[in-house]
């Protein structure tokens, strides 16, 4: 997409001015009255953890939301309601209460929000399943930002509670990894920081400041924009010429969500900037070399600099985006054995030159609910691999080339320093080939 550097010129001072508000969409104390409210019902697929084991949960949801708003507005979803069909799994509880997990964003711009049910009543009764159902309560939204503003359900903890005092608690997740719209405004307006207290104290934000950082800066600090968040990564590197694949990870993710964003010129798509910091454990692979040799080495990644993971996004349709993650890395062998052969590589075997990597979304990613980027890497020729003899042409016959796969899936991030945190501990993700 196109970003006229001079039209933008203007726009970027405005996103320095507003450094510490703008381009959110959190929470803020009070709500304006909206000018028109859309009903909304809608029905979720949960994968629930019970005692006995996961099973799929249907839960309806409904909502009034403001049908319209404009930028600055504090807009709440009023007349929440819950109702679902819960299958025994021990006692029948006596109450029960639920918090949904929801995403307010404009093009995928957003931090997650909490919907509380907090008397959720019991009915009918059997010995398979019974009712929960209740009204619920949603804090207020406002964004800087025109566009539609989706609300994305994501994860439901339910807490029942039987008569003599017990609590059971079960961690629900939207079959649909990306999650699923329960309802949505169009907001209207010019872009601009958020009235009110918006992003203020421990209020949950994105986007709390301009000025991408660079790749080769050292890791994310508490002083740099960008909202903190922690992630785990694991996937697969091919190996072409040996006709195999390497673990990675999992890897650790520390992540700085929004450091920058870019309206172009007719508002119509935003390029937002997020960073990462991965730290990546050593893997142990074993190879066929040429067809037939076990070949088992230690590799070692190392980040050069910090991941710069691009997301370009239409302010219209949440589903319009691309994803470009770019990180450069270092790598070194060791431990290296041929049909069971140790060789000596000795402590400074590595790559010529760092390895430039480029992934793109494979289906839904976004960096704060996680999913799968997929691209492809070249291997540098090796240098400083032996010590009584000379194993560089060896490795780079047998490893260098282009071409080699690299898919990596990303778990849901951990937000610490919301009150409680969100999301935390990660999870580590299952590596997808």
Request: aromatic letters at 4%.
């Amino acid at each position: 997409m196109p970003f006229e550097t001079k039209e933008c010129e203007g726009l970027q001072r405005r996103l320095a001015v507003v450094a510490a508000t703008a381009l959110t969409v959190g929470l803020v104390s009070g709500a304006a009255p909206a000018i028109a409210d859309r009903e909304t019902s809608r029905t979720v697929m949960f994968s629930c953890d019970f005692p006995s084991g996961a099973k799929q949960v249907s839960v309806d949801l409904t909502a009034r939301v403001p049908a319209t708003g404009t930028t600055g507005q504090s807009m709440r979803p009023q007349d929440l309601s819950l109702r679902t069909e819960i299958p025994v799994d021990g006692a029948v509880p006596a109450r029960g209460s639920a918090e949904l997990t929801v995403s307010p964003a404009i093009a995928g711009v957003g931090q997650p929000a909490v919907w509380k049910y907090a008397s959720l009543a019991v009915a009918n009764p059997s010995a398979t399943e019974y009712e929960l159902s209740g009204a619920g309560a949603a804090p207020p939204v406002v964004s800087s930002l025109p566009g539609r503003l989706s609300y994305v359900a994501v994860r439901l903890r339910f807490a029942l509670e039987s008569a003599d005092g017990h609590t059971l608690e079960i961690a629900c997740t939207s079959v649909d990894p990306s999650g699923v719209e329960v309802a949505s405004s169009q907001i209207a307006g010019a872009f601009g920081a958020p009235h009110g207290n918006a992003g203020q104290g421990d209020r949950p934000r994105v986007g709390p400041g301009a000025g991408a950082r660079k790749a080769g800066r050292s890791a994310p600090a508490d002083d740099q924009p960008g909202t903190p968040a922690l992630a785990y990564m694991a996937g697969y590197s091919n190996v072409k010429k040996l006709n195999g694949a390497s673990l990675v990870g999992p890897a650790k993710v520390d992540l700085r969500i929004g450091t920058e964003y870019v309206i172009n010129p007719d508002f119509t798509r935003i390029l937002i900037t997020n960073t990462g910091l991965l730290t990546i454990p050593p893997s142990r692979s074993t190879f066929l070399s040429f067809g037939f040799m076990p070949t088992t080495a230690t590799m070692r990644l190392s980040q050069i600099g910090l991941t710069i993971i691009m997301v370009d996004a239409s302010l219209t349709d949440p589903t319009d985006y691309t994803v470009e993650a770019t990180s450069d890395l270092a790598l070194r062998l060791s431990d290296l054995k041929v049909n069971g052969t140790p060789l000596d590589v000795g402590a400074n075997c590595h790559a010529s030159a760092n390895i430039h990597l480029v992934l793109h979304r494979e289906g839904d990613y976004t960096p704060d609910l996680g999913g799968t980027l997929v691209g492809t890497m070249t291997i540098p020729a090796f240098t400083g691999c032996g010590v009584t003899e000379d194993l560089d042409p060896l490795l780079t016959a047998s490893i260098s080339g282009t071409d080699n796969l690299v898919r990596m899936t990303q778990g849901v991030a951990c937000f610490p320093d919301q009150t409680p945190p969100l999301n935390c501990p990660p999870t580590i993700p299952v590596p997808r080939r």
